[in-house]
C-alpha cells in the first residue's frame, strides 16, 4: 500500500465514522484531523465520489527550464566581447533593439556564469587572444605569482615587539 492509498483509506474512514457517530468534532478529534478539512474533504466526496478525496496525485516536476535560449547565451557572449567596455544594461538594451527581450540582470548573471561578469575579465580574455596572435602580452594578463623573493631565509621577517605585562613567577614581559 503506497502513501497516498493509505491517506485515501484514512480520509474514508473518518468519514464513515463521524456518519455513525452522528457528531463531526467527535469523529475529528479521534482521528486528529481539523473540521475545516472534514467539511472539505465531505464536499469533494459529495461531488466525485470516493476518488474525489484521494490525495492528488504528483508527478514528479521538471527541472527549471533554461531561462535562456543558446543562441541569445552565444548573442550575449559575442556581444561581450565585441564591446567589453559596456555593462549589462546596454547589452539588455541593445538586444531589446534587435527584439530580443532579456533582463539585465540575467545577462549578468550569464556573464558571470561564463567567467565574463567584469569589464576587467571582458578586457583580459581579449588581450589573451590578441597576445596568442601577436605574441604581446601585457603585464595584467601575464599570471600573477604572489612570491616574494628573499635571499636568505629570514629576510623577510620582521620583528614587532610590545609589552605584554607582568607574568606571576616570570616578571616582566
Given at each position: ?27 475529528c ?11 472539505r ?25 533554461p531561462?535562456?535560449?543558446?543562441q ?32 539585465a540582470?540575467t ?18 580574455v ?19 605569482v ?8 629570514g629576510?623577510l621577517?620582521?620583528v ?14
Amino acid at each position: 500500500m503506497t502513501l497516498e492509498d493509505s491517506i485515501h483509506s484514512q480520509r474514508l474512514r473518518v468519514l464513515r465514522d463521524a456518519e455513525q457517530l452522528g457528531n463531526v468534532s467527535d469523529a475529528c478529534r479521534r482521528h486528529g484531523m481539523s473540521r475545516t478539512l472534514f467539511y472539505r474533504l465531505r464536499h469533494r466526496l459529495e461531488l466525485y465520489g470516493p476518488d474525489g478525496v484521494h490525495p492528488k496525485r504528483r508527478q514528479a516536476r521538471r527541472g527549471r527550464p533554461p531561462a535562456v535560449p543558446v543562441q541569445t547565451e552565444r548573442r550575449v557572449i559575442a556581444m561581450a566581447l565585441a564591446w567589453p567596455t559596456c555593462g549589462p544594461q546596454w547589452y539588455s538594451d541593445q538586444l531589446a533593439r534587435a527584439g530580443v527581450a532579456i533582463a539585465a540582470t540575467t545577462v549578468w548573471r550569464l556573464l558571470r556564469r561564463q567567467q565574463l561578469g567584469t569589464r576587467r575579465a571582458r578586457l583580459a580574455v581579449l588581450e589573451r587572444a590578441s597576445a596568442a596572435t601577436t605574441g604581446v602580452l601585457t603585464e595584467r594578463t601575464a599570471k600573477a605569482v604572489r612570491h616574494v623573493e628573499a635571499a636568505h631565509p629570514g629576510d623577510l621577517l620582521s620583528v614587532d615587539t610590545f609589552y605584554v605585562g607582568t607574568l606571576k613567577g616570570v616578571g616582566k614581559v
